[in-house]
């Protein structure tokens, strides 16, 4: 299966090295012309959990170049949210007939794609495999995370099996006949997990420890998971029962709650968020497709999502150097919930 990786980030780039070097029949996409240039100058290398892994041979082009190039039967769109909803229709043209163009990014963007490009075209997956991009070329992955794939109408399918076939080769791949459930599985930790960890810059471990920090984590969590059910999903089930114990429409504290927290905390709890790192590096941010998401389809369902959305609020002040990332942004949030409304960019 002719193969393109387009984003070769942090997750696209560890993808990408364990490919070329299982003899997996890739092609990588840059940005830029540069960027493929030092790419292919430095190569690649990745280290950590599953081993270390070296490319120094390899196909890299910036993505116009591959215009006039031979279609492939897959692309792999390792983007970041909002660049994959811009460049997907330019993709969609490097496809063979019957091609499969794979989004693993986070919140909704696999189904905005399916929606303008169609269902025969566009495979939905998500990761939840922890890598950094320590500089271009380096990369390390942080756990034994895997891709996971699956048709956006649900249900098992060929296609969903043969990409899963290739893609093993390199990485743990597996199939899903509940992709919705499994995106919003993920969507429900990134929400409360990656996006808090993100504007308090600190791990969850760290900030959980607060007062603040679990009631944040805490009606966060309630409100993505009220809005997820509404919308007619059942959650999947990944690190955790995404339903906590004793759930009635709002956690139920306790021993069994607090046990469910530290399984969590186990998987995740001292990983740094890559949305910090976005911050750091004066990086647009995902926000718009994680709480602000679920801010967004709350509002359309009418669900309450007031902490949602003033998570939303920080983040995109932050973004903006209005702000700085900092515990004290949790008593922020608890105080802004008051009396923000449902409108993520007011906070």
Not at 9 to 34: D, F, K, Q
Not at 81 to 108: C, K, M, R, V, W
Not at 256 to 285: C, H, N
């Amino acid at each position: 299966m002719r193969t393109l990786i387009v984003g070769i980030g942090a997750l696209g780039g560890t993808i990408a090295t364990r490919a070329v070097g299982a003899g997996v029949p890739v092609w990588l996409a840059t940005r830029t012309a540069e960027s493929a240039r030092l790419l292919q100058s430095s190569g690649l290398r990745v280290s950590g959990i599953g081993g270390a892994a070296v490319a120094s041979r390899f196909h890299v082009a910036a993505l116009e170049e591959y215009r006039e190039a031979e279609k492939f039967d897959l692309i792999v769109l390792a983007t970041k949210a909002h660049d994959a909803l811009e460049i997907a229709p330019f993709l969609s043209t490097l496809l063979t007939p019957g091609g499969t163009l794979l989004s693993i990014q986070n919140g909704g963007v696999s189904q905005i794609l399916s929606d303008r490009l169609g269902s025969g075209v566009v495979l939905g997956g998500l990761s939840n495999l922890g890598a950094t991009m320590v500089e271009a070329g380096i990369y390390e992955q942080r756990n034994a995370g895997h891709l996971l794939i699956g048709e956006l109408a649900g249900g098992l399918s060929e296609r969903a099996a043969n990409v899963a076939r290739t893609l093993s080769r390199a990485i743990e791949t597996r199939v899903t006949a509940n992709l919705r459930g499994a995106v919003w599985a993920k969507l429900l930790l990134n929400c409360s997990v990656t996006t808090l960890g993100a504007i308090a810059a600190r791990t969850m471990r760290q900030y959980i420890a607060s007062s603040a920090g679990k009631e944040v984590f805490r009606r966060t969590y309630d409100e993505a998971l009220s809005v997820a059910l509404a919308s007619g999903t059942r959650p999947e089930r990944m690190i955790v029962d995404p339903i906590p114990p004793g759930w009635q429409g709002t956690s139920v504290p306790g021993e069994d709650y607090d046990a469910w927290i530290d399984q969590i905390a186990a998987a995740y709890g001292d990983v740094k968020p890559s949305m910090l790192q976005d911050f750091e590096r004066r990086r647009r941010t995902e926000i718009d497709f994680i709480n602000g998401y679920v801010a967004q389809l709350g509002r359309q369902i009418g669900v309450p999502t007031v902490m949602n959305a003033a998570v939303t609020g920080i983040a995109h002040r932050i973004e903006k150097g209005q702000i700085q990332p900092d515990p004290a942004r949790l008593d922020d949030l608890l105080r802004g919930a008051e009396h923000q409304g449902d409108h993520p960019d007011t906070c």
